[in-house]
């Protein structure tokens, strides 16, 4: 038998993957306990706290748990339960405490979570020439052997094979994340382990290695069935590792755990559409009926926990794909792009750069994103925008209801990055259009709010301003035409926790008049909002500086209340424009710059 290397060895324990992963910090490995428990890490870490085993011990029987249960201590093990969702947090206290940690222990772990071939070992290179992959056909590591086009390679392989050249084809050669490829071919193992797969630094490029049959793992949607599925959003995923490898070789904040498996997930997704395993990390599975649940979202998601902040690892990475659906795949390409140069940059200062390039607002962007997991779900989903899989999405959760108007909520607590979902019943009876009005302890807690309508149309407003703790929005919908409304209060403080009042109510103007255009300048388009006391005839024009009309934005009879109408300036030239609303009672001139 021949050992894969020393360096290889030494580099494997800082990323042991699976889709199970969190970040390599002793802060987090607690927590992570907390979220990912399970009864038999639960009692060895239970019996090393009252010293019973000493914690060299607690560290070899997790992994004895997690790698070879047969030799687990009887006193710890259990029947009937679960698989081990996640072996890095033991991993990761092996590592840090390594240096504490007897010799022959260390040898005797080594010796479990270090893969190896043997003499029989055989290899097949990939349709492109970029993927060399080693399997066995016997002993624990063996793929199955099924040959169904009689080529004389396991099929198991070539769909490896198969998925290896597809996500390099569109991460590295059609999305344009960094090339991996630092040796050709690039090295792919299999091993019968308890996750999904690894990548594996080595020197200055990495190696995979991924489950060799995935027999009763969690289910997927892919056509070929859950075992292909599985291997194909593995390979999606690790490809994703190795480019982040080449990219910052894993340091800073863009080498923590939750930010690279938010990323090597969304991957997953983006290269193999119809496999669908993240839906594990997002929505209850019952096994008894072999579906997903979707009343039951997984309680670590956003559609479980919005008050949960980002980033969270695999099960936030539909915030993730907010940014990829709305803005395209190059978005996180400029994003990694960052930390080519400066690899210590925090993760969230390389989005937020990016933003400003686009001219995006974080904020905006931050509450919006929550809106789209707010509006999923066979309840709350809306026809004209969200996510492309909303539908298949779960229930998102909400904190607190409203059944009547005016109301109010006080006091109410949300995490830096994190929201409160809040669900208001309209009545046909209010009169007037809502409200909503918030006051808070820090800036930059903001309002999202959605309207569905009874015709089967929905509008979304948002209002927030990172440098106030007041936020306020009146909406031009009229309560009776409403069949539900939805709000979140989003925090997209980031240093910050929050306290907050809200004020849901109906207003009815008293009087004409006409706001401000926002944003102001702006480019190429702006919002006019003006209120009517009653039910009256309205013209609103556009003039340039000179005073020649550009464009009639509104001629007509509009009913008592709040109205917002967009102005677009694509086609116009930059400088100074004027709006003027004329009602029988009334004529007001505002001025406006556009800027491009």
């Known amino acids: 038998m021949q050992w894969i290397s020393h360096e290889r060895r030494f580099l494997s324990l800082i990323f042991i993957l699976g889709l199970f992963a969190a970040e390599l910090t002793a802060q987090h490995i607690h927590e992570e306990r907390a979220v990912l428990s399970h009864p038999v890490l639960n009692s060895i870490e239970e019996a090393a706290l009252r010293g019973i085993i000493s914690d060299e011990q607690a560290i070899l029987q997790m992994i004895y748990a997690g790698y070879q249960p047969e030799r687990l201590d009887p006193r710890f093990s259990m029947t009937d339960v679960t698989p081990i969702r996640c072996m890095v947090p033991v991993l990761a206290e092996y590592y840090h405490n390594k240096s504490e940690i007897d010799p022959g222990i260390i040898m005797e772990i080594e010796d479990m979570i270090y893969p190896r071939t043997t003499l029989t070992t055989k290899t097949f290179t990939s349709e492109s020439g970029n993927f060399i992959i080693y399997y066995d056909l016997e002993g624990n590591n063996a793929v199955p052997a099924e040959d169904l086009n009689g080529s004389g390679v396991p099929d198991y392989v070539e769909h490896a094979a198969f998925a290896a050249d597809s996500s390099y084809r569109y991460q590295v050669q059609q999305l344009g994340f960094e090339d991996f490829m630092k040796e050709d071919p690039y090295e792919i193992y299999f091993r019968n382990f308890r996750f999904y797969g690894t990548t594996t630094a080595s020197g200055s490029t990495t190696f995979i290695t991924v489950h060799s049959n995935f027999q009763g793992f969690p289910p997927n949607t892919h056509p070929y069935g859950n075992q292909i599925g599985a291997l194909y959003a593995t390979i999606a995923h690790e490809i994703k590792h190795a480019i982040q490898y080449a990219t910052n070789r894993w340091t800073g904040q863009a080498g923590s755990f939750d930010w690279i498996e938010m990323d090597a997930t969304l991957m997953e997704e983006a290269t193999f559409d119809d496999v669908n395993d993240y839906y594990n990390y997002i929505m209850s599975y019952e096994t008894a009926s072999g579906d997903w649940n979707r009343n039951r979202p997984n309680g670590n998601s956003i559609f479980g926990s919005p008050g949960n902040p980002i980033p ?99 006091n109410i607590f949300v995490r830096s990055l994190a929201a409160n979902y809040i669900d208001v019943s309209p009545s046909h009876f209010t009169l007037g259009q809502p409200q909503i009005s918030l006051q808070s302890n820090v800036n930059g807690v903001g309002l999202g709010v959605i309207g569905y309508f009874r015709d089967g149309s929905t509008d979304v407003q948002i209002s927030v301003n990172p440098n106030s703790n007041l936020q306020s929005i009146q909406t031009t919908w009229s309560w009776s035409n409403l069949s539900d409304l939805n709000i979140a209060v989003v925090n997209t403080n980031r240093d910050e926790n929050a306290v907050y009042n809200l004020v849901v109510s109906s207003m009815i103007p008293e009087e004409d008049t006409i706001s401000q255009n926002y944003p102001n300048p702006f480019n190429p388009g702006t919002q006019i909002e003006f209120s009517l006391s009653n039910t009256k005839p309205v013209r609103i024009d556009v003039y340039d500086r000179i005073g020649r009309k550009v464009s009639t934005l509104i001629d007509g009879t509009l009913e008592r209340g709040f109205h917002t109408v967009t102005f677009d300036g694509t086609g116009l030239a930059s400088g100074l424009y004027f709006y003027r609303i004329v009602t029988d009672q009334t004529q007001t001139t505002k001025k406006m710059i556009l800027v491009k």
Request: charged share 20%; glycine share 8%.
């Open 312 to 410: 969270g690892a695999y099960w936030h990475m539909t915030w993730m794909l907010y940014f990829f659906e709305k803005h395209g795949g190059e978005f996180w390409v400029d994003v990694w792009k960052e930390f080519i140069t400066e690899r210590d940059m925090p993760f969230f200062e390389a989005i937020k750069n990016v933003m400003v390039i686009k001219g995006l607002s974080f904020e905006q962007e931050h509450i919006n994103n929550h809106i789209w997991h707010m509006a999923s779900g066979p309840v709350h989903s809306s026809s004209d925008f969200g996510f492309s899989e909303r539908l298949e999405y779960p229930v998102p959760r909400f904190g607190n209801n409203i059944f009547s108007v005016p109301d109010s909520l006080n």
